[in-house]
């Protein structure tokens, strides 16, 4: 059973770009979450998603950060118009239905960088 | 609300030496505790966790037992290796109100330990 897979592993963009961070969940598994860890940081929450659904987005940044976890194919965090603030490292967790263990399963993370 | 909060590092220590990493907790509901480990440039790993007071969390020698008295899930290893050397994290998980999903993490602590 293969983990939770991200990519890309890492990311370069420039200011003003685009960044788009996909993630796999574990086989199985329905609920996804973000999290961000910037540099000397515990990791922060920033949204959690099931299948279709957004759940909790409150530790999302209002402006230019949106994601998705469509019926098919990974879940997508998008950063529109990155600042060099938003460089970090992003981790996605997955964990199966119905409430049959509280663990989260985490990605190796997409390192961003903006220059 | 809900938070972690980790003894600060970074912690270096010979080899076979004794552990302790420091952590308490504040929480509004009942949570679970976790302690997960980053080697660098990885994700993150579930090294134990403990889902009520008193339960004793183990894994690979380490151990913590969730206090529900001194809000506190510290953990400790006995004899620490080369290997061990990663950032440890402490976090809850709340299973009340609108946090339901989500981990709160503690910032960190660095571990480094020499042969």
């Known amino acids: 059973n293969a983990g939770v897979m991200q990519n890309p592993r890492h990311l370069v963009r420039r200011r003003g770009q685009e960044a788009r961070l996909r993630c796999s969940p574990m086989?199985?598994?329905?609920?996804v979450y973000w999290y961000r860890q910037l540099p000397e940081e515990g990791l922060k929450f920033m949204v959690y998603l099931q299948k279709e659904n957004i759940i909790d987005e409150s530790g999302m940044p209002k402006e230019r950060f949106s994601a998705e976890f469509p019926k098919e194919g990974p879940s997508i965090l998008r950063i529109q118009q990155v600042v060099r603030g938003d460089s970090a490292a992003y981790f996605c967790?997955?964990?199966?239905?119905?409430?049959?263990?509280?663990?989260?399963?985490f990605g190796p993370g997409t390192r961003l960088t903006v220059l | 609300g809900n938070s972690v909060t980790q003894m600060e590092g970074p912690v270096t220590l010979s080899e076979e030496a004794f552990l302790t990493i420091n952590c308490t907790y504040t929480a509004t509901g009942y949570p679970s505790l976790f302690w997960y480990v980053q080697y660098p440039g990885e994700g993150l790993q579930l090294l134990l966790k403990a889902t009520k007071a008193d339960d004793k969390g183990s894994n690979k020698g380490f151990e913590a037992t969730y206090r529900k008295e001194t809000t506190s899930f510290h953990l400790e290893k006995g004899s620490v290796q080369v290997s061990d050397s990663a950032v440890y994290f402490c976090?809850?998980?709340?299973?009340?109100?609108?946090?339901?999903?989500?981990?709160?993490f503690g910032r960190g602590t660095q571990l480094t330990v020499w042969p």
């Open positions: 086989k199985g598994h329905s609920h």
């Open positions: 967790a997955s964990s199966p239905p119905g409430g049959t263990t509280d663990t989260q399963y």
């Open positions: 976090a809850l998980r709340d299973y009340r109100g609108s946090t339901l999903g989500r981990l709160y």
